[in-house]
């Protein structure tokens, strides 16, 4: 009975993964040996074109899922940080060797900032709380991807919350290492 259950998830495991896989596009990148690929075509991203860095952009709006974290022990004017869901990431593209990463950053933080985050939670004394963070939905457009020093990022830009944020916490970083 156990071998059965397991063989049929590892079937629909197979099966998922190589349709996903099967659906996605490739896109190399003009005159290199590292090249593009993955995009997923449910995805509402639309390709446009490598810059001069080699930086990937695309066009159009997508549904992000995820951890916001804003401030920083060390900092008296904080930083934002979104850490996508999984199901947020298997949905963006990277490039070809590379994972998406597990953080991406906004071009407008300020409008995030604004928008996101209620002034309550501003109340809470730093020397107590040395960051804030919530689950979130929110809209994005103008992403870029691209590698910088052997590690991948995204950049997008923050239009508007899809759904709003639960909960919120103010607490001490946590320790991630390096």
């Given at each position: 009975m156990i071998r059965r259950t397991l063989a049929t998830f590892v079937a629909a495991?197979?099966?998922f993964t190589t349709s996903a896989w099967a659906k996605s596009t490739f896109i190399?990148?003009?005159g290199s040996q590292?090249?593009?690929g993955i995009v997923v075509p449910e995805s509402p991203l639309?390709?446009?074109y490598f810059d001069s860095d080699g930086k990937a952009h695309f066009k159009g709006r997508i549904k992000l899922s995820g951890t916001y974290y804003y401030g920083d022990a060390n900092e008296t004017d904080g930083k934002l940080y979104f850490k996508l869901d999984r199901?947020?990431?298997v949905r963006l593209p990277h490039f070809k060797g590379y994972h998406v990463p597990d953080l991406i950053y906004f071009s407008?933080?300020?409008a995030f900032i604004e928008t996101v985050l209620p002034e309550k939670q501003f109340e809470t004394p730093r020397e107590i709380a040395k960051y804030i963070t919530g689950?979130?939905?929110i809209i994005v457009d103008n992403l870029e991807t691209g590698v910088e020093c052997d590690a991948p990022f995204i950049n997008v830009r923050f239009v508007s919350v899809a759904l709003a944020p639960l909960r919120f916490a103010a607490a001490d970083l946590p320790?991630?290492?390096c």
């Open positions: 495991a197979l099966l190399a990148r003009p590292d090249m593009f639309r390709f446009t199901e947020t990431k407008n933080d300020a689950r979130v939905q320790d991630e290492g």
